[in-house]
């Protein structure tokens, strides 16, 4: 065998990062209030709760309206940043960039309480919106990282050519380079969707009564009877990102096999 | 038609359309980050007033925020947990990632990274919960263990305090010190260490003396990476840490939301701030000397 004792311990890890998800079905199919072995029946009652609770419904549905404006903003942002940093050489080029970039390297915490003291000082009222400006801010960044690598490979001549044939600055970017780059779009959008999904500090102090549905699974984590409906909908917001993950996975693989690369191992 | 003519409609100059082009992120990121910023540093010295602010200039909140022992227990107790979750989480990542890397066939190696990176793309929220759940005083491990027998009263040391905390976090942010390490061994040639080996060393010692330098921007990259939004967490302290585990994020939302104090809560925020980026210089530091190597 391969690695020996290096292949037990990582079999050992894995059961420690999964154990926590697999004791989420557990409990969710589980026919009893009260979180703890052993488990006392099958049951569905809770999925069926979730199906009438309108706060959570409310929930989702601003959770996806903000997830899909910060995804195309925050990647349209990112557009012109990437593009800027690789293409341009420009003075306070380092400063800017080190600026947008520096959400990165900025607690959550300190994003949110700063955009909470500017909107309130400036009266604004809390809402999805407020959420869709923090979010974009945090996400942003992520998308530069992606777009860049996109960017970077691109081939000067490329659009040199295109130049030289008469096209003008802009129509080179739609035809020539916006298609080149959107498989880097594409990710960044999808990214940036599940980071503003998944995202609870900002939504918490920036949604006002407008909850997400990070804000609404925390609200709800302070009454004991809620917690099976809440393994309910976890379980089933597992099995829909690893869907997701499985058809990106697949996607990526088929990318890979086109072009003839290397596999060297996604996400990276 | 020429290439030079084709260059000057390319634009005004380089640095003009440069600006052009990175303006709308760099607006967006002065007036939504850079600003905001700003503000809650300014705030940091007004004093409170209620209701509102009052605009004079003081230092009294650092002086509150340091020398309160309230405020003072709760920011030594951050970062000592942050430094505790980064040396666990890291130190528990890197033979992972040193097994994928080396003793995983390369067809197989996008499957493991897979298989590592799937709880982290769920519900971070609901993950900490699970963990609430599993450690709590009703919860999975001490249910289990009173029905098995083996204790006869729920444990109380495993759940509602510091290490529930650094457990829970080091769960948390696994993936992001494995990857880093990954990426940083997989860069290695492995020529290197058979030239070791070649030339006497032990493996262990190739391990040290080879690999293990070559892997440091990977295992500082992780430190980094676990280590910044570790300090600043406010779900875990809040649902798994109990009083006895509450940390800095949760000091500065109470001062934000509960109390509605400004001025404490910026001065707090800042200082948290500044801890966060004294200690990753530190580390940064750290790395470049590591790299130099001893005898230069």
Avoid at chain 2, 77 to 94: H, P, Y
């Amino acid at each position: 065998m391969r690695g020996g004792w290096f292949k037990v311990y990582t079999l050992v890890y894995l059961v420690f990062l999964f154990a926590p998800i697999i004791l989420l079905p557990m409990f969710a199919f589980n026919d009893a209030t009260v979180i703890a072995f052993p488990l006392s029946g099958f049951s569905t009652k809770w999925f069926a709760a979730l199906a009438d609770d309108p706060p959570l419904h409310d929930a989702v549905r601003n959770s996806l309206i903000i997830a899909v404006t910060t995804s195309i903003l925050s990647t349209t942002l990112a557009v012109f940043a990437a593009r800027a940093s690789t293409r341009y050489r420009f003075p306070g080029k380092a400063g800017l960039m080190g600026l947008i970039m520096l959400p990165l390297v900025l607690p959550e915490i300190i994003v949110a309480v700063s955009l909470l003291a500017v909107l309130l000082g400036l009266g604004v009222n809390l809402s999805i919106l407020t959420v869709i400006l923090g979010h974009v801010l945090i996400c942003t960044p992520f998308c530069i990282a992606i777009l860049s690598s996109a960017f970077q490979s691109l081939d000067r001549s490329l659009e040199e050519a295109a130049y030289d044939l008469g096209e003008t600055s802009f129509s080179t970017f739609r035809l020539i380079i916006l298609p080149l780059v959107m498989p880097g779009i594409i990710s960044s959008l999808l990214i940036s969707f599940t980071i503003s999904l998944d995202e609870f500090i900002i939504a918490f102090f920036l949604a006002g009564t407008q909850a997400t549905l990070p804000v609404y699974i925390f609200s709800q984590f302070r009454f004991p009877q809620a917690v099976p409906v809440i393994m309910a909908l976890g379980t089933i917001l597992v099995c829909l990102s690893i869907v997701l993950l499985c058809i990106a996975e697949f996607f990526r693989r088929r990318g890979l096999a086109r072009s003839g690369a290397k596999d060297t191992g996604g996400f990276l | 038609m020429t290439s030079e003519e084709g260059l000057r409609r390319m634009g005004r100059s380089e640095a003009a359309s440069g600006l052009a082009m990175i303006s709308p992120t760099a607006i967006y990121a002065i007036l939504l980050l850079a600003a905001p910023l700003a503000l809650i540093f300014i705030y940091s010295f007004l004093t409170d007033g209620d209701p509102g602010i009052i605009r004079t200039f003081t230092f009294a909140n650092y002086i509150e925020a340091w020398s309160n022992e309230l405020y003072r227990v709760v920011m030594l107790r951050s970062l000592m947990v942050a430094l505790t979750v980064t040396a666990v989480t890291v130190l528990l990542a890197f033979p992972v990632a040193y097994f994928v890397s080396f003793h995983v066939d390369p067809s197989r190696k996008s499957l493991w990274l897979f298989l590592i990176t799937i709880p982290f793309w769920t519900s971070y929220l609901i993950r900490v919960f699970l963990w609430k759940v599993i450690l709590g005083y009703n919860g999975v491990v001490n249910s289990g263990l009173l029905g098995l027998g083996i204790i006869s009263e729920p444990l109380q040391w495993i759940n509602y305090n510091v290490g529930a905390v650094v457990l829970t976090l080091a769960h948390a942010y696994a993936p992001f010190a494995i990857l880093p390490i990954f990426v940083a061994l997989e860069k290695i040639d492995r020529s290197l260490l058979e030239a070791g080996q070649d030339l006497g060393e032990s493996r262990f010692m190739t391990f040290l003396r080879v690999t293990l330098p070559l892997a440091m921007p990977g295992v500082i990259a992780a430190v980094l990476i676990v280590f910044i939004p570790t300090i600043g967490d406010f779900v875990t302290p809040q649902l798994v840490g109990g009083p006895e585990g509450r940390l800095v994020a949760n000091l500065i939302q109470l001062q934000y939301l509960k109390l509605d104090n400004y001025p404490l809560g910026s001065a707090i925020a800042v200082s948290a701030m500044m801890i966060v980026t004294v200690v990753s210089l530190f580390f940064l530091y750290l790395n470049r000397r590591y790299l130099r190597g001893p005898e230069s």
